[in-house]
Protein backbone atom coordinates (compact mmCIF):
# COMPACT_ATOMS: atom_id res chain seq x y z
CA UNK A 1 0.00 0.00 0.00
CA UNK A 2 1.60 3.41 -0.87
CA UNK A 3 1.78 5.45 1.83
CA UNK A 4 3.06 9.62 1.67
CA UNK A 5 4.13 11.06 5.21
CA UNK A 6 4.11 14.54 5.03
CA UNK A 7 6.12 16.72 8.14
CA UNK A 8 7.55 19.78 9.56
CA UNK A 9 4.89 21.92 9.28
CA UNK A 10 3.73 24.54 11.51
CA UNK A 11 3.85 28.38 12.33
CA UNK A 12 6.41 30.85 11.10
CA UNK A 13 6.67 34.42 10.89
CA UNK A 14 6.88 36.06 7.85
CA UNK A 15 10.75 36.17 6.67
CA UNK A 16 11.65 32.96 7.82
CA UNK A 17 12.27 28.96 6.80
CA UNK A 18 10.69 25.80 6.87
CA UNK A 19 11.63 22.67 5.94
CA UNK A 20 9.05 20.14 4.56
CA UNK A 21 9.45 16.08 4.44
CA UNK A 22 7.75 13.24 2.96
CA UNK A 23 8.50 9.86 4.04
CA UNK A 24 7.48 7.47 0.99
CA UNK A 25 6.80 3.40 1.35
CA UNK A 26 4.61 0.95 0.08
CA UNK A 27 6.17 1.63 -3.74
CA UNK A 28 10.03 1.63 -5.83
CA UNK A 29 10.43 5.17 -4.63
CA UNK A 30 13.19 6.09 -6.95
CA UNK A 31 10.96 4.43 -10.11
CA UNK A 32 8.53 8.09 -9.46
CA UNK A 33 8.66 11.82 -9.93
CA UNK A 34 7.30 13.47 -6.84
CA UNK A 35 5.64 16.89 -6.60
CA UNK A 36 4.24 19.24 -3.65
CA UNK A 37 0.93 20.78 -4.03
CA UNK A 38 -0.29 23.02 -1.62
CA UNK A 39 -3.91 24.41 -0.61
CA UNK A 40 -4.81 27.52 0.97
CA UNK A 41 -7.44 27.57 3.95
CA UNK A 42 -11.16 26.63 2.10
CA UNK A 43 -9.16 27.51 -1.35
CA UNK A 44 -8.28 25.84 -4.18
CA UNK A 45 -5.22 23.03 -5.27
CA UNK A 46 -2.13 24.78 -6.01
CA UNK A 47 1.10 22.94 -7.71
CA UNK A 48 4.05 24.04 -6.07
CA UNK A 49 7.37 21.92 -7.27
CA UNK A 50 7.88 18.70 -8.94
CA UNK A 51 10.96 16.54 -9.62
CA UNK A 52 11.91 13.75 -11.54
CA UNK A 53 12.99 9.95 -10.46
CA UNK A 54 16.56 11.00 -10.34
CA UNK A 55 16.25 14.51 -9.76
CA UNK A 56 17.06 15.03 -13.08
CA UNK A 57 14.20 17.19 -14.88
CA UNK A 58 12.65 20.27 -11.42
CA UNK A 59 9.64 22.73 -12.19
CA UNK A 60 8.23 25.19 -9.50
CA UNK A 61 5.50 27.63 -9.44
CA UNK A 62 6.36 30.94 -10.68
CA UNK A 63 4.48 31.88 -7.30
CA UNK A 64 7.98 30.07 -5.24
CA UNK A 65 10.04 29.85 -8.03
CA UNK A 66 13.86 31.46 -6.04
CA UNK A 67 12.34 31.18 -2.40
CA UNK A 68 11.87 27.68 -2.74
CA UNK A 69 13.73 24.32 -3.57
CA UNK A 70 12.36 20.85 -3.60
CA UNK A 71 14.92 17.66 -3.45
CA UNK A 72 14.59 14.30 -2.76
CA UNK A 73 16.95 11.16 -1.26
CA UNK A 74 16.01 8.02 -3.01
CA UNK A 75 18.24 6.38 -0.34
CA UNK A 76 15.94 7.08 2.31
CA UNK A 77 12.88 7.07 0.20
CA UNK A 78 12.27 11.09 1.31
CA UNK A 79 10.87 13.91 -0.64
CA UNK A 80 11.85 17.80 0.68
CA UNK A 81 10.86 21.14 0.21
CA UNK A 82 12.53 23.75 1.88
CA UNK A 83 10.99 27.12 2.16
CA UNK A 84 12.81 30.11 2.35
CA UNK A 85 11.59 33.74 2.90
CA UNK A 86 8.33 32.86 3.98
CA UNK A 87 5.15 35.11 3.01
CA UNK A 88 1.53 35.31 4.22
CA UNK A 89 0.27 34.00 1.19
CA UNK A 90 2.62 30.76 1.29
CA UNK A 91 -0.23 29.43 4.49
CA UNK A 92 -1.44 26.57 3.37
CA UNK A 93 -2.04 22.57 4.13
CA UNK A 94 1.22 20.74 1.74
CA UNK A 95 0.50 18.13 0.00
CA UNK A 96 3.40 15.21 -0.97
CA UNK A 97 2.14 13.25 -3.96
CA UNK A 98 3.69 10.35 -5.69
CA UNK A 99 3.03 10.75 -10.20
CA UNK A 100 2.48 7.66 -11.94
CA UNK A 101 5.98 7.20 -13.42
CA UNK A 102 9.28 8.08 -13.40
CA UNK A 103 8.92 11.68 -15.46
CA UNK A 104 7.36 15.04 -14.51
CA UNK A 105 4.97 14.06 -17.23
CA UNK A 106 3.34 11.09 -15.15
CA UNK A 107 0.12 12.70 -13.20
CA UNK A 108 0.19 12.96 -9.18
CA UNK A 109 -1.90 9.70 -8.28
CA UNK A 110 -1.53 9.28 -4.85
CA UNK A 111 -1.14 11.97 -2.02
CA UNK A 112 -0.77 12.05 1.34
CA UNK A 113 -2.68 14.07 4.41
CA UNK A 114 -0.97 16.87 4.21
CA UNK A 115 1.04 19.63 6.56
CA UNK A 116 -0.37 22.43 7.75
CA UNK A 117 1.75 25.75 7.30
CA UNK A 118 0.95 28.65 8.94
CA UNK A 119 3.01 32.01 7.99
CA UNK A 120 2.30 34.59 10.71
CA UNK A 121 3.97 37.35 13.16
CA UNK B 1 0.87 29.83 -15.50
CA UNK B 2 -2.42 31.04 -15.06
CA UNK B 3 -4.88 28.48 -13.20
CA UNK B 4 -7.80 26.79 -15.73
CA UNK B 5 -10.63 27.76 -15.44
CA UNK B 6 -13.70 25.45 -14.07
CA UNK B 7 -17.02 26.47 -12.99
CA UNK B 8 -17.74 27.18 -9.53
CA UNK B 9 -20.37 24.70 -9.05
CA UNK B 10 -22.44 22.30 -10.78
CA UNK B 11 -25.70 20.26 -9.44
CA UNK B 12 -27.43 17.28 -10.73
CA UNK B 13 -30.27 14.94 -8.79
CA UNK B 14 -29.43 11.38 -7.85
CA UNK B 15 -29.28 8.94 -11.05
CA UNK B 16 -28.61 12.49 -13.38
CA UNK B 17 -25.49 12.94 -15.62
CA UNK B 18 -23.45 16.01 -15.24
CA UNK B 19 -20.20 17.72 -16.97
CA UNK B 20 -17.79 19.88 -15.75
CA UNK B 21 -15.25 21.87 -18.04
CA UNK B 22 -12.00 22.40 -17.38
CA UNK B 23 -10.79 25.88 -19.72
CA UNK B 24 -7.42 26.32 -20.45
CA UNK B 25 -4.69 26.99 -23.23
CA UNK B 26 -2.79 25.81 -26.40
CA UNK B 27 0.21 26.39 -23.86
CA UNK B 28 -1.41 23.53 -21.66
CA UNK B 29 -4.73 22.26 -21.99
CA UNK B 30 -4.65 22.36 -25.66
CA UNK B 31 -0.93 21.44 -26.19
CA UNK B 32 -0.80 17.83 -24.01
CA UNK B 33 -2.90 14.78 -23.56
CA UNK B 34 -2.52 15.09 -19.92
CA UNK B 35 -5.26 16.76 -18.29
CA UNK B 36 -6.14 14.89 -15.13
CA UNK B 37 -8.50 15.03 -12.84
CA UNK B 38 -9.34 14.93 -8.42
CA UNK B 39 -12.07 14.18 -6.31
CA UNK B 40 -11.99 15.58 -2.38
CA UNK B 41 -14.44 15.31 -0.15
CA UNK B 42 -14.10 17.69 2.82
CA UNK B 43 -11.16 17.26 5.27
CA UNK B 44 -9.80 14.51 3.00
CA UNK B 45 -6.64 14.59 0.38
CA UNK B 46 -7.60 14.69 -3.45
CA UNK B 47 -8.13 11.20 -5.52
CA UNK B 48 -7.05 10.85 -8.77
CA UNK B 49 -10.19 9.87 -10.87
CA UNK B 50 -9.09 10.11 -14.82
CA UNK B 51 -5.35 10.86 -15.92
CA UNK B 52 -4.18 11.73 -19.29
CA UNK B 53 -7.43 13.11 -20.57
CA UNK B 54 -9.78 9.61 -20.16
CA UNK B 55 -7.61 7.04 -18.39
CA UNK B 56 -9.39 5.87 -15.41
CA UNK B 57 -7.44 4.39 -12.83
CA UNK B 58 -8.54 1.12 -11.03
CA UNK B 59 -11.10 1.51 -8.77
CA UNK B 60 -12.14 4.30 -10.22
CA UNK B 61 -16.55 4.18 -11.23
CA UNK B 62 -16.92 3.53 -14.93
CA UNK B 63 -19.93 6.41 -14.61
CA UNK B 64 -16.67 8.43 -14.66
CA UNK B 65 -15.16 9.78 -17.73
CA UNK B 66 -13.21 12.29 -19.23
CA UNK B 67 -12.88 13.76 -22.76
CA UNK B 68 -11.00 16.68 -24.67
CA UNK B 69 -11.70 19.19 -26.95
CA UNK B 70 -9.07 22.05 -28.34
CA UNK B 71 -7.90 23.86 -25.13
CA UNK B 72 -11.40 22.58 -23.20
CA UNK B 73 -11.27 19.09 -21.06
CA UNK B 74 -14.01 17.91 -19.30
CA UNK B 75 -15.50 15.46 -16.84
CA UNK B 76 -18.71 13.53 -17.29
CA UNK B 77 -20.13 12.01 -14.15
CA UNK B 78 -23.38 9.51 -14.93
CA UNK B 79 -25.53 7.98 -12.88
CA UNK B 80 -24.88 10.70 -9.91
CA UNK B 81 -24.77 9.06 -6.53
CA UNK B 82 -24.90 10.60 -3.04
CA UNK B 83 -21.31 10.01 -2.74
CA UNK B 84 -20.21 11.96 -5.46
CA UNK B 85 -20.69 14.93 -3.91
CA UNK B 86 -17.90 17.19 -3.52
CA UNK B 87 -15.01 19.54 -5.08
CA UNK B 88 -13.52 18.39 -8.57
CA UNK B 89 -10.19 20.00 -9.82
CA UNK B 90 -8.71 19.81 -13.02
CA UNK B 91 -5.25 19.63 -13.85
CA UNK B 92 -2.73 19.93 -16.63
CA UNK B 93 0.80 19.39 -17.48
CA UNK B 94 2.04 23.01 -18.96
CA UNK B 95 5.15 22.28 -20.31
CA UNK B 96 8.80 23.19 -19.65
CA UNK B 97 8.28 20.44 -16.19
CA UNK B 98 5.27 22.35 -14.55
CA UNK B 99 1.70 22.11 -13.84
CA UNK B 100 -1.54 24.01 -13.31
CA UNK B 101 -4.74 23.14 -11.69
CA UNK B 102 -7.95 24.32 -12.40
CA UNK B 103 -9.93 26.72 -9.46
CA UNK B 104 -11.76 23.83 -8.56
CA UNK B 105 -15.85 22.74 -8.86
CA UNK B 106 -17.94 21.96 -5.93
CA UNK B 107 -20.53 18.61 -6.82
CA UNK B 108 -23.80 19.38 -4.98
CA UNK B 109 -26.41 15.69 -5.93
CA UNK B 110 -29.83 17.46 -5.15
Known amino acids: EVQLVESGGGLVQPGRSLRLSCAAS????????MHWVRQAPGKGLEWVSGVSWNSGDIGYADSVKGRFTISRDNAKNSLYLQMNSLRAEDTALYYC??????????????WGQGTLVTVSS | QSALTQPASVSGSPGQSITISCTGTSSDVGSYNLVSWYQQHPGKAPKLMIY???ERPSGVSSRFSGSKSGNTASLMISGLQAEDEADYYC??????????FGGGTKLTVL
Open chain 2, 52 to 54: EGS
Open chain 1, 26 to 33: GFSFDDYA
Open chain 1, 97 to 110: AKCRDGSMVGAPDY
Open chain 2, 91 to 100: CSYAGSTSWV
